[in-house]
């Protein structure tokens, strides 16, 4: 993956916390203080995910060995579903923090570059991830190259459109982050003009259009070498700053009780949160 021609040329964000790259500090409790081993470990996963669609021939006996005794070895590595909670998800910011961004950081490009660590749209510490956010202008940018695992069914030189939708979900979210408003998605409509193509790179653009006391709306195009591929527009819900303290003190709960019992605590995918 690489940025598309008209970034930054001063900007690689695709080498952010890669030996000798930019660093950015990573607040999840599993990722901070081990950065660089962590995105060494992603990339070397990374290259091995693009290459597995494409390969030729299956591995021989020897080699499969060798995997799967890695994978054993990794799988012995991860933690228990409580530990895990606790480790990756901790309580989201809220506004009084010691930085000038809109939840308290002191990084505000630092913090929408990492975003989510490990999410499955922009997560840099997520092998499966296709794309990286930036904020250029003021306004929030995501670089993505598409690969062999996004292709369209029945159509191998297009991106399959949901994949599509599901960073337009995380763009269109992160513009509201920059503006200070956070809240699930309430409705989400994507309008292909052009198939997107596979291996071309990629600009996401987007931008908050209008927002009133409970709803946020944003808005967005792709760009692929010039021309507009795709539009989008994503009503959200909008909480107030004790509506993120709410959602903080539901995933610590969680965290700390290995998850919620049926019923217990507000439901955060329809906004109810006091």
């Known amino acids: ?31 901070a203080g081990r ?23 299956p591995p021989d006996p020897v080699s499969s060995a060798g995997l799967d005794a890695l994978l054993g070895r990794l799988e012995a590595l991860v933690p228990d579903e409580e530990d895990r909670l606790a480790r990756m998800m901790p309580p989201l910011p809220v506004a009084g923090g010691d930085g000038g961004g809109p939840f308290g950081e002191a990084d505000v490009r630092g913090s929408v570059v990492v975003g989510n660590a490990t999410g499955m749209v922009s997560g840099m510490y997520n092998p499966i991830s296709p794309s990286v956010l930036d904020v250029v202008d003021g306004r929030i940018v995501g670089f993505a190259t598409f690969g062999e695992l996004h292709r369209a069914v029945g159509d191998p030189a297009h991106v399959h459109d949901g994949v599509v939708s599901a960073c337009f979900d995380v763009v269109l979210a992160m513009a509201n982050r920059l503006h200070g408003m956070f809240g699930p998605t309430m409705e989400l409509s994507c309008t292909r003009l052009v198939p997107t193509r596979i291996g071309v790179p990629c600009r996401f653009e987007a931008d908050v259009d209008w927002y009133r006391e409970k709803v946020v709306v944003a808005s967005g195009q792709l760009v692929q070498e010039g021309v507009v591929t795709v539009e989008a527009s994503g009503a959200f819900r909008r909480f ?3 509506g993120i303290a709410a959602v903080g003190r539901l995933r610590s709960s969680r965290g700390a009780a290995g998850g919620l019992a049926p019923g217990a605590g507000p439901d955060v995918t329809r906004g109810d949160v006091p």
């Open 35 to 57: 950065e660089v081993e962590r995105r060494r470990l992603v990339d070397a996963v990374r290259r091995i995910v693009a290459a597995a669609p494409a390969l030729a021939e």
């Open 240 to 242: 107030d700053q004790a």
């Open 1 to 31: 993956m690489s940025p598309t021609l008209d970034s930054d040329p001063g900007i690689d964000p695709f080498g952010v916390n890669r030996p000798g790259g930019t660093f950015v500090a990573v607040r999840q409790p599993a990722i």
